[in-house]
Structure formats: structure tokens, C-alpha cells
């Protein structure tokens, strides 16, 4: 990975669990985004939260942000089948890059 | 509403041949970047354009050309395939850069295969 590692690599829960994703990142970051990726298909934008936020909510999605400890999270809450696939998180830094910098991301499966 | 085109979906070369992938921004978008993602791997960074101008270059071969177009669009010149470069390669676009804080939206991708 360019960046970091996301925690854990796959991860396999029950239908209506909530499922939660951690990344770690290397850098000073501008911004943090997630990405879901279905196998072989595009990548889905879900949320961006700036450096200077620490919680960010959209639907059943829950990103926290800790820049001391350079980590990210992602919380799915009331997980469904349709939720099965690849997360990532990806940084935007500070220092004048025009590019996203992905971590290894989190293959997620929801079992019905 | 409309999202970051990239052609074609599929394309199959044979070794030493070449290569164009395409790929049309967001409307208004003036930032495109290109990827690269392996079986299993995580997207890594090609290359990346602002306003028509090389903005950042990844691990992008010597191979490989890349151009952002008066309309925005870019291309991905890839010359004398290898079988190593069979993958998936995306375009996403951004308004202003990534340092506004903007998000940045990918097309469904280019499968690759070079035989």
C-alpha cells in the first residue's frame, strides 16, 4: 500500500451487525475519503471528512477522524447483503499533491 | 446526473502493442486522475492533471503517456504492452484539486488484458 494499512484486511458478519473498518495513514492530510468497490467494478465516493473534523454521519455511515493518531474509521450500522464489498480509505495531503493516496482496504462480506 | 465516462470498459492487446484509454470528467470537473489497480491490490497512483497541466506523477512507466485536452477529457497512451500491465485502470475527476476539499468521483474503469 502507498499509505497505510486498513484494519482488518477482511471481515465477515451477520446481517444487521454493524460493521466497522479502521485505516491508518502515514502523512498530514487535507481530507480522508471512503470508497466502496464492488468486485471488479468501479469505486463508489461514500463520505469525505476534512483534517479539522472529527465525526462525519451520512445515512447508516459513521466516519470518525483522528489526525494525532492518524486514523480513520468507517461504522455501517444495520449491515444488509447489498453492503458486501471492498472498503477503502484514501488521503488527500497538504503538501501541493493533486492525488489520492489509497490504503489496502477491507473486504467486507454480510451473510444473510 | 452525470458521472466520469471512461472507455472502453474492456480491451484486450497483445504484447508490444498499444494502448489509448479515455476518459471524460464530470462536467465543470478540472482535475482527472489516473489509477491503476491490480487482482487484489489497492488502486495506485498514476498520474494526475489540473487545468489542462501535469499536476503530480505516481509510478507510471516510461510506457506510459498521459494528456488532459482542451474539453477536459485525458487520455493514457500505454505503448509496448507487457503482460504485468493487464489491470484496472480508473479516472476520477475533481473540481479545483483536492486541496479545496472536494471529492473525487471514478468511472467504472478499464479492464485491461494484454495476452
Known amino acids: 500500500s502507498q499509505q497505510g494499512e486498513e484494519d482488518p484486511q477482511a471481515l465477515s458478519i451477520q446481517e444487521g451487525e454493524n460493521a466497522t473498518m479502521n485505516c491508518s495513514y502515514k502523512t498530514s492530510i487535507n481530507n480522508l475519503q471512503w470508497y466502496r468497490q464492488n468486485s471488479g467494478r468501479g469505486l463508489v465516493h461514500l463520505i469525505l471528512i476534512r483534517s479539522n473534523e472529527r465525526e462525519k454521519h451520512s445515512g447508516r455511515l459513521r466516519v470518525t477522524l483522528d489526525t494525532s493518531k492518524k486514523s480513520s474509521s468507517l461504522l455501517i450500522t444495520a449491515s444488509r447483503a447489498a453492503d458486501t464489498a471492498s472498503y477503502f480509505c484514501?488521503?488527500?495531503?497538504?503538501?501541493?499533491?493533486?492525488?489520492?493516496?489509497f490504503g489496502q482496504g477491507t473486504r467486507l462480506t454480510i451473510n444473510p | 446526473a452525470a458521472g466520469v465516462i471512461q472507455s472502453p470498459r474492456h480491451l484486450i492487446k497483445e504484447k508490444r502493442e498499444t494502448a489509448t484509454l479515455k476518459c471524460y470528467p464530470i462536467p465543470r470537473h478540472d482535475t482527472v486522475y489516473w489509477y491503476q489497480q491490480g487482482p487484489g491490490q489497492d488502486p495506485q497512483f498514476l498520474i494526475s492533471f489540473y487545468e489542462k497541466m501535469q499536476s503530480d506523477k505516481g509510478s507510471i512507466p516510461d510506457r506510459f503517456s498521459a494528456q488532459q485536452f482542451s474539453d477536459y477529457h485525458s487520455e493514457l497512451n500505454m505503448s509496448s504492452l507487457e503482460l504485468g500491465d493487464s489491470a484496472l485502470y480508473f479516472c476520477?475527476?475533481?473540481?479545483?484539486?483536492?486541496?479545496?476539499?472536494?471529492?473525487?468521483?471514478f468511472g467504472q474503469g478499464t479492464r485491461l488484458t494484454v495476452v
Open positions: 484514501a488521503t488527500a495531503s497538504y503538501q501541493g499533491a493533486q492525488k489520492l493516496v
Open positions: 476520477a475527476s475533481s473540481l479545483s484539486g483536492l486541496r479545496v476539499n472536494t471529492e473525487a468521483f
